[in-house]
């Protein structure tokens, strides 16, 4: 019996049904076969019985490395908002051995489609195509959201008001659960708000870096600029809640909602009645030496909720892991030298940037850092991920463009004559050495936000509207007279042509 590679595919959830509670635990993406090949007609019921033994014996335990990674999962490791399916990557043979040849794509892992507890991704129905069209996204929801996550701009009074008549609303209005960060409420003008005070007493509060409420939030609403949209990222690992983000900071790129009909397009969102564009992250593991004394953290819990630093006795290495929503900065950092780093792609050395740095960045924050340096800006819908120099010391080092399934590996060149900074999504900056590396590819765990419109229309308005893409002074058009004096010149020039 030939072996055939499958196909990976997202599994959505479908109009009107509900997901089993069970199936919500396990892997929702399933490995298909466009073409597997028929058994032979006059098979045994030996090789059959044969066949059987050896696919249940190797469903106990397996994993899928595009999604997964080192991870290894099977029926007693039920993993949140996925369903349960098997993935193998090549069929066996008859009597074969128990080793599976496996596979992975350049178009990156498949994304987990379910986010927080009880919100997935809409299937469309009249879809012909195994991987469904990212235009037709639609979120919709498992069972009622009850549960959501108010991030507010720290120190910005303009947004206390706002902040206040959103509160109310989802509380009063539609018995929400409200989850705010703790500082948020330490705002004097919030503290010295009477009437204000039954409100804040509903509230449920954490603080960042100790408190994980990844399994708590429903949906979330950010308030104020690309920075609101950044910190929620940061604040999910794993799995991310759908994301509606208001306009009301400076720039507002990643915030295509305007506030002031925000009723009306809330209970949209509370009802399932909304596009939404799934916008990949990075999965970044940073592996360090071991130098000197471990690092204090408290209660065991690093920044953002993720575990402290992973160390590993046996080969002395400290190995942290994020996820990364706009890019991952490599720079000199104080160093008046130029940087020197080696750049690997799955294993292969295919450059060395000389320079100020380089920027590894997702479709998203091709319009941030990225499109600052240089480079193009690409929809959050191509999977993909750029890598663009840092003012680079030479004329033809120019931005590039990868598939998203490779796997980038960044270390410091042996010639280096100092050490670089690295910095994801311009947060928890920290210095490389020699020996340190980064390594950088998709993450399966994509951050959906919440469209106006469309992915489409709403990325055209915010490149309009925010960075004046392709703006100038329209060409007037020629008067009847000019035209005429035209049609006369070309006239003669044709006849001096023919003469």
């Keep these: 019996m030939s072996c055939f590679v499958p196909i990976c595919v997202w599994s959505l959830c479908t109009q009107g049904q509900e997901t089993p509670p069970e199936e919500t635990d396990h892997c929702r993406h399933q490995c298909f076969s466009d073409r597997s090949p028929r058994l032979p ?4 019921k030996q090789e059959k019985v044969n066949m059987s033994k050896a696919l249940s014996s190797d469903s106990a335990s397996y994993r899928c490395s595009a999604c997964h990674g080192d991870e290894d999962w099977g029926p007693n490791h039920p993993i949140r908002g996925r369903a349960k399916s098997r993935s193998l990557s090549a069929s066996p043979a008859l009597a074969s051995t128990k080793e599976f040849r496996r596979t992975r794509s350049l178009h990156g892992p498949c994304p987990v489609t379910t986010f927080g507890p009880k919100a997935c991704v809409l299937q469309n129905p009249q879809t012909i195509m195994h991987i469904q069209d990212p235009a037709s ?22 947004l206390l008001q706002p902040f206040k008549e959103l509160c109310v609303y989802l509380m009063e209005e539609n018995n929400m659960i ?3 960060e703790k500082k948020v ?58 994301v509606m983000a208001f306009h009301l900071g400076s720039l507002g790129f990643l915030t295509p909602f305007n506030f002031e009909n925000f009723q009306s397009q809330v209970t949209q969102v509370i009802q399932g009645n909304a596009a939404v564009v799934l916008r990949s ?6 592996v360090k030496e071991l130098r000197g004394k471990k690092m204090a953290v408290p209660n065991g819990i690093s920044e953002n909720g993720v575990l402290a630093a992973d160390l590993d006795a046996e080969v002395g290495k400290q190995v942290m892991q994020y996820q990364v929503l706009n890019e991952v900065v490599i720079d000199r950092g104080p160093s ?110 994509p951050l959906p936000s919440i469209c106006v419109r469309d992915p489409v229309s709403d990325w055209f308005e915010s490149l309009a509207q925010c960075l ?10 020629f008067t009847e007279e000019e035209e005429e004096e035209g049609e006369e010149e070309e006239e003669v020039e044709e006849e001096e042509g023919e003469g």
């Design 41 to 44: 007609t006059m098979e045994t």
């Design 137 to 158: 996204q639609r979120l919709t929801w498992n069972k009622s959201p009850k549960s959501v996550l108010v991030i507010k701009k720290i120190r910005d009074a303009s």
């Design 178 to 180: 409200v989850y705010v």
């Design 185 to 242: 409420l330490e705002d004097p003008a919030i503290v010295s708000d009477d009437n204000f005070g039954p409100v804040k007493k509903k509230f449920c509060t954490f603080r960042e870096d100790y408190d994980d409420i990844s399994n708590q939030i429903d949906f979330i609403i950010c308030l104020g600029g690309d920075g609101t949209l950044l910190y929620a990222s940061s604040l999910f690992q794993g799995s991310v809640p759908p």
């Design 281 to 286: 992250r990075l999965k970044v593991r940073v």
């Design 336 to 445: 008046s030298y130029l940087s020197n780093v080696d750049v690997y792609l799955d294993g292969h050395l295919i450059t060395t940037v000389q320079g100020d740095g380089v920027i590894v960045s997702t479709p998203t924050g091709s319009t941030a850092y990225a499109a600052a340096a240089g480079a193009s800006m690409i929809h959050p819908n191509v999977p993909a991920i750029m890598i663009t120099p840092i003012c680079p010391h030479s004329l033809s080092f120019r931005p590039i463009v990868v598939p998203a399934g490779v796997e980038l590996k960044i270390m410091l060149s042996p010639e280096a004559r100092n050490t670089v900074w690295v910095s994801f999504d311009g947060r928890r900056r920290q210095e490389i050495r020699h020996g340190d590396s980064i390594s950088i590819t998709t993450s399966c765990y």
């Design 468 to 477: 004046h893409w392709n703006v100038r002074k329209k060409q007037a058009h």
